[in-house]
């Protein structure tokens, strides 16, 4: 197929000079005109020669005549991603620009992304509410300082600027910017040259006279943009996975957006429709819906997040095929005009995309694909016409550093793709890729009436969708398969297929059995006793991990607790899967462990578990045998209060069905026993006994403490400073995993959050196990994550906690990782920013202002990976105490907050203030997570007006999705909180600083930062996105 380029965009009229270019001291013959400075701040330039550029800098503003009604100034760094200084209209003197160059500090990065800078440019620097003047007449100009090439597409930007009549010229630094610079550049004389660094005060002289010149109207440039590309007309579609994420859709209506904005658009040009799907596709515009330009944008607007678990790419193709490639749709296809679909997606589709793609490729439709998060790239490169138009972007960073090479692509492609109808059946071959597993997975199947022959083959399709995720043959993956009603029926062994295809063909041959008794409990023993055996192929005595997966819609009609039991006591782990009536409560506790368990309201549903069931299904570990070789130290807190006394047999056996399966040793696993109650009485240490034999005698000899009540808190902090420690026996500086396990009968008077939290930052892995009274909460908070939190009513109970305990306990080192890295990567993550009035009027309540954040940093979960807090003080300017990068344990940032010194100041800028935070907080430099789809919010505390504007930097936090939170005290205005608040709902006013705790909690809801319900989680999230529909969850 043949490629296009572009014709050239930029054709150069005519450059008139009137007289010689003037001279330096002509000031007073200055008129007007905007300039920008785009400036690198990459590694190009580095550290030691930053200062030279900053000095080139301010000689050139040193000669203008900076003013409101006469040369406007702006400024901006780029490397991996631009980061505005200053606008247009920030300042209106030359000092006061002066003075915020001499503060640039040099940023640092491997990238140097100039085609962003550009288009940051393009989009926010010129424009009339940053300060441009384009529309009265006034030239623009851009000058840029660079030192090495460009590591993107500089394009887009380019043709942006010269479209909007911008003169653009630059100072090349070295050899190595020259090419990119002159493309760039108005014309190639505009662009100046320095040798090194040293040699850039020179170059200030000789740049002068072109800013001069265009400021007098002496250098006049008139430009012709030429957009034609030589295969013109198309018709487009983007078809968009509604389910990818508010802030992902955003930036795909952005990406759309600049598509857009690059090729011309019309009924004789270019045609753009779009689709959002999730299960089912839902047309957002037809080709013929929008005819120009700025009613598409306003079309994107519609485009939002929509709920939906399940991908249908396949019948979103189907539907492009069927609705939209028609005349009456808008389609030109019958007139040969190429027709182009690019599909975006998070996820790998439910169903088949082999079938819709041939059929689009018969018509002749070059289809291109898009992939963020958890999308296949293999079913990328099946959707997708040719491998190089199938794009694995990951995330927002992704789609920014491709997008200039996939809009040139959607520009540029011409032709139609047709493929023969093969007349031989076509064998389609679909590579998968997996890790090293070895593992016996049985299946068992409900065939019962209650799921049906209408929701039998969803079934079949999650089954298909696990076993084409596994490397399947004799020393890897086994699988066999029951299905079971009345009674069981083996439909094939773990040693009848040895390869993956064959497994799927007979799945797909799968028929219900039948029948309107399901007897789960008695299938489940049935699997037991005749699938996990040498003879049906289980390599149990090999030491391979045995996994029952059982699959069903109904309510079990017999009893199931026992032989959940006795499958984990045989060392196999139960994973659960169910639908329709199932029970999901009792399902749970048949799961090894509860989180093993998966429930979906819908049958249809099914299919996707097969994706979110597969880190588990692959790396948990249910062996009860002795783990040998493997170094831990355990260390047990158990309630030692009167309250258990007629009980402590059960705690006792307890701590010895634990540690049975351990391999004990001063070299291997380490164990000690502290009882509790009003304080803690150690047993015995780590270091105390060295084999298993002493320390089961130690624990069969030990006899209550006694004691009247439960101070948990304290005892995890005497577990984390004498127990755990080097002296008593802790490996911990030898890396030695740490675990704690921690029994209480009643719930602790003191609180157990602070002490957790120092034992889960110190690298300890808690487990909570409650009875009878224990607080579900405290044991939850208590513990690593709420996985690893057992409760159960009886003491006779916790017979069944053990095993599931051991599972984790006894996991490999590399395992463990997996598994926590696993649970912290699912974890709540946002970056919050609090900006503080620091101006004299809150000097006296400062310290009540320093408690209030303090008790909100307290409800977050800090760490590099999760919560992340930076604290801002403003009053005449702002002024960073800590940025998001500073602090990643949650004792450093309460520190670093007692700390803190009230800044002072007479005015209270607020709109300085947020547009600081913008361009200089909430940035991938100090920490921000904002192109990885973390949510960005921002706490504003103020105590009166603000003494300039905010209504424009507002804004432009909204447009950026920041969530703002606006807090008053005292003379703060109400309405101007309300203008900088995100949404409606989120600012609250008191009195006076006294007041601040009493609307604390309300905060902490409204933020979605309560860890109490898992249902707390979600919303900030969904709240992000400018044209989202806000559904807030309380």
């Known amino acids: 197929m043949r490629r296009h380029r572009l014709l050239p965009l930029c054709a150069l009229l005519g450059i008139l000079f009137a007289g010689l270019l003037p001279r330096l001291d002509a000031q007073d013959a200055q008129d007007s005109a905007d300039l920008v400075l785009l400036i690198d701040g990459s590694e190009n330039v580095g550290p030691e020669n930053f200062p030279f550029v900053r000095d080139l800098v301010m000689r050139i503003i040193q000669h203008l005549d900076v003013g409101r009604d006469t040369v406007r100034v702006a400024l901006a760094l780029y490397s991996a991603n ?16 002066l003075e915020a160059v001499k503060s640039l500090t040099y940023s640092g990065g491997d990238e140097s992304n100039l085609g962003a800078g550009l288009e940051e440019v393009a989009e926010n620097l010129l424009s009339q509410s940053a300060g441009g003047r384009a529309e009265e007449g006034v030239p623009q100009m851009l000058v840029v300082i660079s030192a ?3 590591t993107d597409d500089t394009g887009l930007g380019d043709r942006a600027l010269k479209r909007a009549g911008v003169i653009t010229s630059a100072v090349a630094i070295g050899d190595s910017a020259t090419a990119d610079l002159e493309a760039i550049a108005t014309d190639k004389s505009f662009v100046l040259s320095a040798p090194h660094f040293r040699a850039l005060a020179s170059v200030g002289d000789q740049l002068l006279p072109y800013i001069l010149g265009v400021a007098q109207r002496t250098i006049i440039v008139q430009t012709e943009v030429t957009e034609a590309l030589t295969a013109g007309k198309r018709d487009v579609i983007f078809l968009i996975d509604n389910t990818m994420g508010a802030n992902v859709i955003g930036a795909v209506r952005g990406f759309i957006k600049r598509f857009v904005d690059s090729v011309p658009i019309g009924p004789d040009e270019v045609q753009v429709g779009a689709v959002q799907f999730s299960n089912v596709p ?33 019948a979103a193709l189907d539907f492009v095929r069927l609705n939209m490639l028609r005349p009456e749709k808008g389609s030109r296809i019958e007139q040969g005009i190429p027709q182009i679909i690019m599909l975006m997606t998070g996820r790998k589709s439910s169903d088949s995309v082999v079938k819709p793609v041939r059929e689009l490729q018969k018509m002749g439709v070059l289809t291109l694909a898009g992939g963020f998060k958890a999308a296949d790239e293999g079913e990328l490169k099946q959707i997708a016409f040719a491998e190089t138009t199938a794009y694995m972007l990951k995330d927002i960073r992704g789609l920014r550093s491709k997008s200039n090479e996939m809009i040139n692509t959607l520009s540029t492609l011409a032709g139609m793709m047709v493929t023969e109808v093969p007349t031989e059946p076509v064998v389609e071959i679909t590579t998968v890729q997996t890790q090293k597993v070895i593992r016996d997975i049985v299946f068992l199947v409900d065939g019962s009436n209650y799921i049906g022959s209408n929701n039998f083959p969803y079934v079949r399709d999650f089954i298909i969708n696990v076993v084409n995720q596994l490397d399947i043959r004799p020393d890897r993956v086994r699988i066999g398969l029951l299905q079971f009603a009345e009674s069981p029926r083996i439909e094939f062994y773990l040693n009848s297929f040895s390869n993956r295809q064959d497994v799927v063909d007979r799945i797909s041959q799968l028929r219900l059995t039948g029948g309107s008794v399901l007897n789960t409990g008695a299938a489940m ?14 390599r149990k005595r090999q030491r391979v991990q045995q996994v029952l997966v059982l699959i069903t819609g109904g309510p079990a009609q017999d009893e199931l607790k026992t032989v959940a039991d006795n499958l984990a006591l045989g060392g196999i782990l139960t994973f659960t899967v169910s639908s329709g009536q199932a029970d999901d409560n009792l399902l749970k506790s048949v799961a090894f462990v509860p989180d093993l368990a998966y429930h979906e309201t819908r049958f249809s549903e099914l299919p996707a578990i097969a994706e979110v069931i597969m880190p588990k299904l692959i790396t948990v570990v249910g062996d009860t045998e002795t783990v040998e070789g493997a170094e831990r130290d355990v260390a047990f807190l158990i309630d030692g209060t009167d309250n258990v006394r007629a009980d402590f047999n059960y705690i006792r056996d ?14 291997k696993v380490r164990i000690s026993v502290v009882q509790h109650s009003e304080r803690p009485t150690p047993s015995f240490y780590l270091n105390t006994y060295q084999t298993k034999d002493e320390v089961i005698r130690a624990v069969n000899g030990m006899t209550l ?5 439960l101070n948990t808190g304290s005892a995890l902090r005497f577990m984390k400073d004498t127990i755990l420690s080097e002296r008593h026996g802790s490996r911990a500086a030898q890396a030695v995993p740490q675990f704690l396990i921690v029994l209480a009968g009643g719930r602790s008077r003191d609180s157990v959050k602070e002490s957790a939290g120092a034992l889960k930052t110190g690298g300890v892995v808690p487990f909570g196990v409650g009875v009878k009274d224990a607080d579900p909460k405290q044991i939850e908070a208590i513990s690593h994550n709420p996985s690893f939190a057992f409760n159960v009513k009886e003491f006779s109970e916790l017979s069944t906690i053990p095993q599931k305990l051991n599972n984790y306990v006894s996991l490999p080192k590399e395992e463990l990782t997996l598994v926590l890295q696993q649970v912290q990567s699912n974890a709540v993550k946002r970056d919050i920013v609090f900006l503080l009035d620091g101006s004299d009027n809150t000097r006296d309540g400062f310290p009540e202002i320093k408690r209030f954040v303090k008790s909100i940093v307290e409800s977050l979960s800090i760490s590099e990976n999760q919560d992340r807090v930076s604290v801002v003080q403003f009053a005449d300017n702002p002024e960073v105490n800590f940025d998001l990068y500073s602090h990643k344990a949650k004792n450093e940032m309460i520190n670093a907050i007692d700390n803190l010194r009230h800044k002072g100041g007479r005015h209270l800028n607020i709109g300085k203030a947020l547009q600081y935070v913008r361009h200089s907080v909430f940035t991938s430099s100090t920490g921000s997570r904002r192109l990885e789809g973390v949510p960005q919010i921002l706490i504003l505390l103020s105590t009166k007006p603000s003494t300039d504007n905010v209504r424009s930097s507002a804004f432009a936090l909204k447009e950026h999705d920041i969530v703002s939170v606006g807090v008053g005290v005292g003379e703060a205005k109400l309405s101007e909180l309300e203008m900088i608040a995100f949404k409606s709902g989120f600012t609250y006013k008191v009195t006076d600083f006294s007041q601040l705790p009493s609307i604390q909690a309300q905060l902490v809801s409204t933020l979605n930062i309560n860890k109490d319900t898992e249902e707390t989680m979600t919303g900030i999230s969904d709240l992000v996105g400018k044209n989202s529909t806000f559904e807030y969850l309380k």
């Open 82 to 97: 631009p980061e505005i200084k200053f606008y247009l209209n920030n300042y209106e003197s030359r000092s006061s620009v």
């Open 148 to 150: 090495g090439p460009s």
């Open 282 to 314: 839902q047309l957002a515009m037809d080709l013929n819906t929008y005819r120009t330009k700025d009613e598409i944008v306003s079309g994107l607007t519609h485009i939002t997040q929509k709920q939906g678990q399940i991908v249908n790419a396949g």
């Open 525 to 538: 023993d049935y699997a037991l006793k005749n699938m996990f055996l040498p003879s049906a192929g289980s």
């Open 654 to 667: 307890f701590i010895i069905k634990i540690i049975e399966p351990l391999d004990i040793g001063i070299d």
């Open 705 to 709: 403490a006694g004691g009247r009540s």
